[in-house]
């Protein structure tokens, strides 16, 4: 029996890494191009396609399984679960990247521009640039993909994840749970840890206030249609043709919103109130500006819901809060990093002279930052709406998420419903930041 357990686990663990490290070699490749693509201003449609490009992360994972299985794909196929969760997680490298390139003074571009000319910038100089950040997206899309649920159980592809859950869920045996979850959990943080004392010294002072002038970057002659036609492509391939695929099967809108109404309004509650506090919390830790802050972020990211859920059932069971508060916590990590990123990049002359203001605290971390506020709370309302092992456990009886909802739904083998209730979730995870962006560009216009 020992023999046979150690087997399983074996195979367990080689289809989690595949799963894993695979989502996160496909983030690194589709985000780093992505952004290289976005590096250049005078892009036809820039923020038309940043936005674009932006959607698979706000969607949840499984919603892109379910369009693309209706084109007959295959299951049991871990490599299909990584190209799945690798492109819809690549957003995690591309913004940092961009981050690291907008921080790039344009003084040491220019000096390379004489001495080895326009085509050198990315291989010589923004290419080592921005490389920690992306890896830095990497291993985040790595530790999320180790302990994802949804898209290993659509596409029946047994992982940890996946087993963790059984256990927990389906025979509610909390000892086997444990040990199951313990081989990928400290490989995800050893491998985090090794990670982190490697990047920090190379992102830590990029994130340090620049002088000069941000690099703008130009594209050469003769190339605003090609990239025009890549970044039109790219968009079709990772958006249009899955959402057109659900338009195409959806039927019977009234009567899905009609019996996932009160679904949608638990999921809308609960995911407000987890944004919310998220905030509060990451605002609160980011406060000190320390780097060491982002290994905690990667561990609470690589911690696996099921027993996050398990947790907080033990001391908080029957509690109405007890899903906003497992889902605050789920994505505190990303609402922290932001703003840890935010604080560090203010010069300490700034900061210094915003002490001396009334209201200094608000004025720090709230006024100086609203951009970030929304759109870290945006971030998680949109993740927290598609989290599926949370609402599975979380939910208080006789409530359920609208996530949850949709995943039952499939299972019972309604497809028109199942297809409406998804262009539903969508709509709803990313209306916040549709609304962020309109209202930063309001804000921001001359």
């Not at 908080?316 to 922290?336: C, I």
Request: glycine share 10%; with cysteine; proline share 8%.
């Amino acid at each position: 029996m020992g023999t046979l357990d150690l087997t399983r686990q074996g195979a367990l663990l080689a289809r989690t890494l595949v799963v894993s490290l695979g989502a996160a070699l496909v983030a690194l490749i589709l985000g780093g191009g992505l952004a290289a693509l976005l590096s250049f201003r005078d892009l036809p449609g820039r923020a038309a396609w940043a936005g674009a490009f932006l959607v698979p992360l706000l969607v949840p994972p499984y919603l892109w399984t379910l369009a693309w299985m209706r084109l007959g794909l295959p299951s049991h196929s871990p490599g299909l679960a990584a190209l799945v969760l690798g492109t819809c997680w690549s957003p995690l490298v591309t913004w940092p990247a961009l981050l690291a390139v907008n921080r790039c003074p344009d003084s040491q571009a220019d000096a390379l521009r004489l001495t080895r000319g326009e085509a050198m910038l990315w291989p010589a100089l923004l290419g080592p640039v921005s490389l920690p950040f992306m890896l830095c997206g990497a291993l985040a899309v790595f530790c999320l993909a180790t302990v994802e649920y949804g898209v290993p159980s659509l596409l029946q592809v047994d992982t940890f994840a996946l087993e963790v859950f059984t256990l927990l869920n389906g025979y509610h045996d909390l000892a086997a749970a444990g040990r199951a979850s313990m081989a990928p959990l400290v490989l995800v943080l050893v491998l985090a840890f090794l990670a982190a004392r490697w990047l920090m010294p190379r992102v830590g002072p990029l994130l340090h206030p620049q002088g000069g002038a941000c690099l703008k970057l130009r594209l050469p002659p003769g190339g605003r249609l090609p990239a025009f036609l890549v970044a039109s492509l790219l968009a079709l391939c990772l958006v249009g043709l899955p959402l057109g695929i659900l338009f195409r099967e959806a039927d019977r809108f009234p009567l899905a919103l009609w019996e996932a109404g009160p679904d949608i309004l638990t999921s809308l509650l609960a995911c407000s109130l987890a944004a919310g506090l998220a905030l509060v919390l990451g605002a609160w830790l980011a406060a000190g500006r320390s780097l060491a802050l982002a290994g905690l972020a990667l561990v609470l990211l690589a911690w696996p819901p099921a027993l996050l859920g398990l947790g907080w059932n033990v001391w908080l069971g029957g509690s109405l809060l007890l899903l906003p508060l497992g889902l605050a916590v789920r994505f505190l990590p990303l609402t922290l990093l932001l703003l840890l990123v935010a604080y560090r990049m203010v010069p300490v002359s700034m900061d210094d002279a915003a002490r001396m203001r009334p209201g200094s605290l608000r004025h720090r971390f709230v006024q100086m930052h609203w951009p970030v506020w929304w759109v870290g709370g945006s971030l998680v309302f949109a993740l927290a709406c598609g989290e599926l092992t949370l609402g599975l456990l979380l939910a208080p009886p006789g409530h359920a998420t609208l996530a949850v909802r949709v995943f039952n739904l499939n299972h019972y083998g309604q497809p028109d419903l199942v297809a409406a209730l998804c262009l539903v979730q969508v709509a709803i995870s990313l209306s916040p930041m549709l609304a962020t962006s309109a209202l930063i560009a309001m804000r921001e216009a001359p």
